[in-house]
């Protein structure tokens, strides 16, 4: 009998560290390694690195570790599970689940293997297929995180998130944080496709960051053009589940990319922004009160001069931009309604620059549209208050 700090199986020899120091014998001698703890696996020291790297959101060196610890040893199943894992994170769906099948060719009923084909189904948008390993891993196991992760799914097979939206993170995977927030896209989803009448054609990439603190990042100005690049980014690291807050911004984003996907860069960003705002939910009138006094005062800016994107404001300035904006949509929809919101966002769409949608689709032109929207606060506003 050998005690020893640390044991690890290389190829034909077992090595272990005693005292600080490295020794190895040839495996065909050894008869059993017991642990202190009692559990019963060895780890490798690259599937150790692997599962601290994946921890630490880098998949990337996740993945090298653990094919350096299968290159040693390839039906090692804690090294088999490793791969897999830095697959799922790197969106690697196909190779994921090849990976896992042999891991469980090997160990059949592993519940951390039937956990991640469930994972690596998710991911691949199978949200039907993913329940039935997520149970068969909770009948080997009772582990509360994969509890949350079936429950996540629901009671509906949510197929249309498959279709709809990619999930992604940018830190250590929140596998049930994640399915919760498809719940909530792809309530918002529906919303505004008969809202809007349109929908993307093309699935949305959503990344949860799990490694920066959440924060409101809707009236951001650094954060005012995350959405042209057609990706919706949200920062929910201290977040555990959909929080009013989180839906918000949510929802905030989502309107951004259906917005985009049928007008593009051709979106004036004061209309971009407050679409953005109204779809969020709430009242859409509700900034007119604070605006009443700039009406009043004449110190409203030209809509037609806040068509560029609102980075580089000062948070000041971009609080007031924003305010602007949702309180201009909300003269659009006292005008024309949501038709008349469609109508517009439809003739972006077909390449007419502001100044041209707006009288085709709600009979205004811009001078009109701010005329209206000014003398509209000024009268909400009531009259101003005595000089002192």
Excluded at 4 to 27: C, I, K, M, T
Excluded at 165 to 178: E, Q, S
Excluded at 254 to 272: D, I, K, M, Q, Y
């Amino acid at each position: 009998m050998i005690e020893a700090d640390q044991a690890w199986f290389e190829g034909s020899e077992l090595h272990y560290r005693r005292n600080g120091v490295v020794y190895a014998v040839p495996r065909s001698l050894v008869q059993r390694v017991d642990t202190a703890d009692g559990s019963a696996a060895l780890e490798d020291p690259d599937t150790r690195k692997s599962c601290e790297r994946l921890a630490a959101g880098d998949p990337a060196e996740a993945l090298r570790f653990a094919r350096l610890a299968l290159f040693r040893e390839p039906a090692s199943v804690p090294a088999l599970q490793a791969l897999a894992a830095a697959q799922i994170a790197l969106g690697q769906v196909a190779r994921a689940r090849e990976v896992v099948r042999t891991a469980l060719g090997i160990e059949p009923g592993n519940a951390r293997s039937l956990e991640l084909l469930g994972d690596a189904l998710v991911e691949g948008g199978d949200f039907a297929s993913a329940r039935e390993p997520y149970r068969l891993s909770l009948d080997v196991a009772e582990q509360p995180h994969v509890r949350r992760k079936l429950e996540a799914l629901g009671t509906s097979p949510a197929a249309a998130s498959s279709a709809r939206f990619r999930i992604r993170y940018d830190g250590a995977a929140d596998k049930p944080l994640g399915l919760a927030v498809l719940g909530v896209l792809d309530s918002a989803w529906e919303e505004y496709e008969r809202r809007l009448g349109f929908a993307p054609s093309l699935p949305v990439t959503v990344v949860l960051q799990t490694a920066t603190t959440f924060r409101d990042t809707t009236r951001a100005p650094d954060w005012a053009a995350a959405w042209n690049d057609g990706t919706i980014r949200v920062p929910v690291m201290g977040v555990d589940r959909p929080t009013p807050g989180l839906v918000r911004v949510l929802r905030h984003e989502l309107a951004h990319s259906f917005v985009a996907a049928r007008a593009g860069a051709r979106c004036p960003t004061w209309l971009h922004e407050g679409l953005a705002q109204w779809l969020e939910g709430g009242d859409p009138e509700r900034e007119d009160p604070g605006l009443a006094r700039l009406a009043r005062e004449s110190r409203l800016p030209r809509l037609d001069l806040l068509e560029r994107p609102f980075v580089g404001l000062s948070e000041a300035a971009a609080t007031v931009a924003y305010a602007q904006s949702l309180s201009a949509v909300a003269q659009l929809l006292r005008s024309g309604g949501e038709a008349g919101v469609r109508r517009l966002v439809e003739a972006l769409g077909r390449g007419l620059p502001a100044k041209e949608a707006l009288p085709e689709a709600l009979g205004l032109s811009y001078g009109e549209l701010q005329r209206a929207w000014e003398a509209h606060l000024r009268a909400a506003g009531g009259k101003p208050s005595p000089a002192s």
